[in-house]
C-alpha cells in the first residue's frame, strides 16, 4: 500500500544539517520526496512510499537529528506523487 504525507516542522531545524538528516534516511528507507527550507524557518518535509518506510520516516523527522528541538509537526495526507527520488530543495 502506498502513502504519501506531507509535514511542516517548527523548532530549531534549520542550520543543523536536519536536510542532510532526511535525505540520508529517505534513501536508507526508499522513500521519495522532498525536503526544503521555509523562508518562515519551518522545514517542509514530503514522503511517499510504501507505508511502513513512510511510518517510519514520518517517525524518524519528528525526533529530528541530534542538535533539533521540533516545537510543532503538522501533517497532511496527501495524494501520491511518483517522484522518482528524494530531494533537497532550495527556495
Same mark, same amino acid.
Given at each position: 500500500? =502506498? +502513502? @504519501?504525507? /506531507?509535514?511542516y516542522l517548527t523548532g530549531v531545524v534549520q542550520n543543523i544539517f536536519f536536510r542532510a538528516?532526511? +535525505? !540520508?534516511? @529517505? %534513501?536508507k528507507y526508499?522513500? /521519495?520526496? &522532498?525536503? /526544503?527550507?521555509? %523562508?518562515?524557518g519551518r522545514i517542509e518535509i514530503f514522503l511517499e512510499g510504501d507505508l511502513e518506510?513512510?511510518? =517510519?520516516?514520518? !517517525?524518524?523527522?519528528?525526533k529530528g537529528p541530534k542538535y533539533?528541538?521540533?516545537? +510543532?509537526? %503538522?501533517i497532511k495526507e496527501e495524494k501520491f506523487q511518483g &517522484? =522518482? !527520488? &528524494? =530531494?533537497?530543495?532550495?527556495i
Open positions: 500500500m =502506498k +502513502k @504519501a504525507v /506531507r509535514l538528516f532526511v +535525505k !540520508e534516511n @529517505a %534513501e526508499n522513500v /521519495r520526496g &522532498f525536503v /526544503r527550507n521555509l %523562508e518562515d518506510p513512510v511510518d =517510519k520516516m514520518m !517517525e524518524l523527522c519528528q533539533s528541538q521540533i516545537q +510543532k509537526v %503538522e &517522484f =522518482k !527520488e &528524494f =530531494k533537497v530543495l532550495h
